[in-house]
């Protein structure tokens, strides 16, 4: 019986096991060449690590309350320089007497997404409803406070990790649905649309995003009437998020290319509507093949919103870097440290979306059962 | 009609099903359909046979619109083919197509497949679709293999499984575009059995095959195709013992000789 992959993915390789001593024969020292590289690896990791290590670890200062604890020689990494500036990192400049409603925000997001992206967790559909119509509300009124009973907190005094995940979800809930709309408008066979599409991700990919964040947060108050521009953060959010649907929609398209012209052809044939053969049909299979590249650009997307510092929006590597000129915790390692830490924050977020997308992809691949 | 028509065991009825008149179409500059006249009964069986490139699965593709056609009229079941999207979906809801490549849906396994258009077209409850796809799987004879994926069954029981995910929607006719060339030479008997079982039923079908084994069976007429023309039209008797024209006679010379 011939079993043929309509998918045309390979099948996984084959694991035998060996022992590690015969592991490193065969792959690190198989010939003189490979044997020198792996020397002079091991070389620059000796001359890297060890420093590094010493440096956030072992000569690292762990407790104290004041900058005098880090001073001196010898002394590696001031942490309780981030301690004391963590409310700094993750709220800004967030009033400190509302900082609860910063708080709920964040337990609700995290209570709301975690079942969502646990594919075998119950009520699928009211959970997503909640993730992304009614959450974003909750977290708009609760946090700009624009309501009565609250304490109106201006997008100017947000600031630290909350600045980071605000545009940075925003841009991921965004760019995907419209990314999509924009990938098959291209393919379309109407010529308007297509024009349309065509120009809309050409313009938006054509420039950098720091023009993108200029034009907002700097012309376009000048072409709108006095009182009429809409909040600095706003107009950031809406650049970064038609950005990066440029972006998202030739991904799509990548994974439309991929399907078959068939796959859409049955869909028609038997009745179904230009949106129900894209949804059902094409749309699965299509985002399927490019969830690497979706994850990437969602991870791209994150780290580019540090550029909103260049319109005086502190995000949280504009905190970190703000809190650095504070004088009660100016030491010389100082800035090295805060600038470990924030790294070790982004890594985090960009190393758990990757870590997500490799176990929906074998998720998905599996439950095929090929 | 074609007055010609010798029905065997099966029925043809006087209601016309399709009925294209002057039929053109172009790709670009190639010509493909060349003022097509096809009339075609209820319960009739018509395979469509000739070489490649000749334009026959262009012609069949017209008939649900896959493919526009540029100058003539087609009617459907009393629908005319027009641009308008709805008398289009209206058309599709009554033909069923089988492909060459099956064109089953990946990502859905073999009952998904089958309940997808009656649930989302014909917007009839879950469980009644899933007893309606499980009465055709039966009768392609692969009800074991529904909660399978496409992709663990051979080429037969793909194609067996096409046909029964266009008989779910209760299709009134069915196009067969080419359903046994992609399919290795044990495979193609089992996917044949069921289209003349379907035959039997008094489905109407057109059928693009080289199958001459099948046209003999079952068929009403056999029409031949050459360079977008309807050259020749007749029962299968009478096109494979007297054609009457000349490249006919070619082609069935070629076809046969093996």
Redesign the interface.
Known sequence: MAMEDVTGRPRPPMRSRISPVDWARRNLFSSVGNTALTLFCLWLLWLAVPPFLDFTIFSAVWTGATREVCLGPDKGACWPLVWANLGQFIYGRYPEDEIWRVNVVFALGFAAIVPALIPSAPAKRFNLIFLLVIYPLIALVLLAGDRPGLRPVPTSEWGGLLVTLVVALTGIVVSLPLGIVLALGRRSSMPAIRTVCIVFIEFWRGVPLITVLFMASVMLPLFLPEGMSPDNLLRCLVGVALFSSAYMAEVVRGGLQAIPAGQYEAARATGLTYWQAMGLVVLPQALRHVIPGIVNTFIGLFKDTTLVLIVGIFDLLGQVRAQLSDPSWTVPQGALTAYIFAALVYWVFCFGMSQYSNFMERRLNTSRER | MSGANTPKKMTVSDKVMIEMTGVNKWFDDFHVLKDIGLKVNEGERIVIAGPSGSGKSTLIRCI?R?EPHDEGRIVIDGIELTEDLKRI?EV??E???V?Q?F?????MTVLENCT??PI??RKMPENEARDLAMNFLERVRIPEQAMK????L??GQ?QRV?IA??LC?NPKIMLFDEPTSAL?PEMIKEVLDVMVELAQEGMTMLCVTHEMGFAREVANRVVFMDAGEIIEEAPPEEFFNSPKNARTKEFLAQILAH
Not at chain 2, 103 to 107: G, Q
Not at chain 2, 149 to 152: E, H, N
């Open positions: 649900n896959l979906d599709r809801r033909v069923g197509m492909f490549q064109n089953l849906f990946p990502h997808l258009a989302w077209v994926y496409p992709g663990q051979s080429g793909q096409a995910r266009a929607m290795d």
